[in-house]
């Protein structure tokens, strides 16, 4: 018999272990300390915290409604620790696609015109979205296939809405790494627009 912890994680409430609580909590120290001198680390790490409660409503299933070890392993695992960025800021490319990284379709919410279908459709085929624009133009003028294919496309594909999508509409992988350097960029962006 084990006893369990209610938390609140990314905002969604888990029923997780005693023993598991304490390397949850742990990691998150560790990675507190680590973005401790970075101007955006209460957003990198919500961001982080999101993402692992996204991994553990993952591992959750109809007979199993307590996250355990094995889960927080898990989460470490896919997202990696501080000292795995520590050493080495800069991922090269062979380290950059040497795992495999979940890639899916979003529409982009922060390069669209319209909808965000040509900027979504282009990060996810490593396109510019003005190639994707000029392809919709030209099926539009051609009869109206491209409009009517836009709208569907807009029903069906889902906005990126958190960081953690945004990194999937890319194909990176969704770890602390690119968690942080997607926060910053977003971060530098807004500080850039307020200044102007």
Same mark, same amino acid.
């Given at each position: 018999m084990?006893?369990?912890?209610?938390?609140n994680?990314?905002?969604?409430?888990f029923?997780?272990? $005693?023993?598991?609580y +304490? @390397? =949850?909590? %742990?990691y998150?120290k560790n990675?507190?300390? /680590?973005?401790?001198?970075e101007?955006?680390?209460?957003?990198?790490?919500?961001?982080i $915290?999101?993402?692992? +409660? @996204? =991994?553990? %409503?993952?591992?959750?299933?109809a007979?199993? /409604?307590?996250?355990?070890?094995?889960?927080?392993?898990?989460?470490?695992?896919v997202?990696?620790?501080?000292e795995?960025?520590?050493?080495?800021?800069?991922?090269?490319?062979?380290?950059k696609?040497?795992?495999?990284?979940?890639?899916?379709?979003y529409?982009?919410?922060?390069?669209r015109?319209?909808?965000?279908?040509?900027?979504?459709?282009?990060?996810?085929?490593?396109?510019?979205?003005?190639?994707?624009?000029?392809?919709?133009l030209?099926?539009?003028?051609a009869?109206?296939?491209?409009?009517?294919?836009?709208?569907?496309?807009y029903?069906?594909?889902?906005?990126?809405?958190?960081?953690s999508?945004?990194?999937e509409?890319?194909?990176?992988?969704?770890?602390?790494?690119?968690?942080?350097?997607?926060?910053?960029k977003?971060?530098?962006t807004?500080?850039?627009?307020?200044k102007?």
């Amino acid at each position: 018999m084990k006893i369990t912890v209610s938390i609140n994680l990314g905002g969604y409430s888990f029923n997780i272990d $005693e023993d598991a609580y +304490a @390397e =949850l909590k %742990r990691y998150l120290k560790n990675l507190e300390l /680590h973005f401790a001198e970075e101007e955006s680390a209460s957003e990198i790490l919500s961001d982080i $915290e999101t993402r692992v +409660a @996204e =991994l553990f %409503r993952g591992r959750l299933t109809a007979y199993k /409604h307590v996250i355990t070890m094995d889960d927080v392993h898990y989460a470490i695992s896919v997202l990696g620790t501080p000292e795995d960025i520590s050493n080495n800021e800069r991922t090269s490319a062979r380290d950059k696609f040497s795992s495999p990284a979940y890639h899916r379709m979003y529409r982009d919410p922060d390069k669209r015109i319209i909808g965000g279908v040509c900027a979504g459709m282009g990060a996810y085929w490593n396109l510019e979205p003005w190639i994707v624009r000029i392809i919709f133009l030209a099926l539009a003028m051609a009869g109206g296939l491209g409009i009517l294919l836009y709208l569907i496309l807009y029903i069906v594909i889902p906005e990126a809405k958190t960081t953690s999508q945004k990194i999937e509409m890319k194909g990176e992988p969704v770890n602390i790494h690119n968690i942080k350097e997607s926060v910053k960029k977003e971060f530098d962006t807004v500080t850039k627009n307020m200044k102007l």
